[in-house]
C-alpha cells in the first residue's frame, strides 16, 4: 500500500464547476499538508499549507485535513480553463514530504 | 523576482555520457532538493542541502551526485546516464524558518527535462 493515493484522473469539468480533489494517507504521523499546481512542462507551484486538522481558504480554493479519516481534499469554486492541471498533494513530518502521483484536471469553456 | 531556476530547460545526452544539470536560487534558502519525476509519477526526492550538510535518500543510485558549491547554486551530476534516468529533474529550495525538517513548504524551479539517446 502506497503511503500516499491520489486518483489520477483526468478530471473533466465545465468552467464554473466546483472541482473536488482528494487523497488518502495511510501514516497517521503526518501532521503537515500541501497542495501543489503543476502545468505541463512546468514545475510544481505551492497553492495551499496546512498543519493538522480543519479548513483553509484562500480565494478559490479551500483545503481541508480530516485527519481521524487520513484524508485531504481541495475545493475550487467557479473552476476556470486556467486552473487546467495536476493538482499534486504532499504530506509528512519533519522526517519526510511525500508526494501524492498528481489528478489531472481539464476545465472546458 | 525571487526565484529557482534551472539550466537547461531540456538536455539530451548520449548513453553513458556524464552531464550535469545546473539549479540557481535567490530565494536565499538554506535548503535545496533535488526531484526525479517521470511521467504521471510522484516527484522521487533523490537527496537535498540542508546548507552545505549533503543527506542521501536511502534509494538513490550511486550514479547520481550533486554538489553546493554556495548558498545559491546546486548542480545535479548523473555519472553513466542510462535509458531509465531519462525524467524530468526539478531542483526546489525552502527556507530557513523552521529548520531542516521536511514540513516546510517548497519552491521549485520549472525542471530539466533530460533525454537519452
Known amino acids: 500500500q502506497k503511503e500516499v493515493e491520489q486518483d489520477p484522473g483526468p478530471l473533466s469539468v465545465p468552467e464554473g464547476a466546483i472541482v473536488s480533489l482528494n487523497c488518502t494517507y495511510s501514516?497517521?504521523?503526518?501532521?503537515?499538508f500541501m497542495w501543489y499546481r503543476q502545468y505541463s512542462r512546468k514545475g510544481p507551484e505551492l497553492l495551499m499549507y496546512?498543519?493538522?486538522?480543519g479548513n483553509k481558504e484562500d480565494g478559490r480554493f479551500t483545503a481541508q485535513v480530516d485527519k481521524s479519516s487520513k484524508y485531504i481534499s481541495l475545493f475550487i469554486r467557479d473552476s476556470q480553463p486556467s486552473d487546467s492541471a495536476t493538482y499534486l498533494c504532499?504530506?509528512?513530518?519533519?522526517?519526510?514530504?511525500?508526494f501524492g502521483t498528481g489528478t489531472r484536471l481539464q476545465v472546458f469553456p | 523576482d525571487a526565484m529557482v531556476i534551472q539550466n537547461p530547460r531540456y538536455q539530451v545526452t548520449q548513453f553513458g555520457k556524464p552531464v550535469t544539470l545546473s539549479c540557481s536560487q535567490t530565494?536565499?534558502?538554506?535548503?535545496m532538493y533535488w526531484y526525479q519525476q517521470k511521467s504521471s509519477q510522484a516527484p522521487k526526492l533523490l537527496f537535498h542541502?540542508?546548507?552545505?550538510?549533503f543527506n542521501n535518500e536511502a534509494d538513490t543510485p550511486d550514479n547520481f551526485q550533486s554538489r553546493r558549491p554556495n548558498t545559491s547554486f546546486c548542480f545535479l551530476d548523473i555519472r553513466s546516464p542510462g535509458l531509465g534516468d531519462a525524467a524530468m529533474y526539478l531542483c526546489?529550495?525552502?527556507?530557513?524558518?523552521w529548520g531542516q525538517g521536511h514540513n516546510q513548504p517548497q519552491h521549485f524551479g520549472d525542471g530539466t527535462r533530460l533525454s537519452i539517446l
Open positions: 504532499a504530506m509528512g513530518n519533519t522526517d519526510k514530504l511525500i
Open positions: 542541502y540542508y546548507d552545505k550538510d
Open positions: 496546512t498543519y493538522s486538522s
Open positions: 530565494l536565499n534558502h538554506n535548503v
Open positions: 526546489a529550495t525552502s527556507g530557513p524558518l
Open positions: 501514516n497517521s504521523a503526518f501532521q503537515y
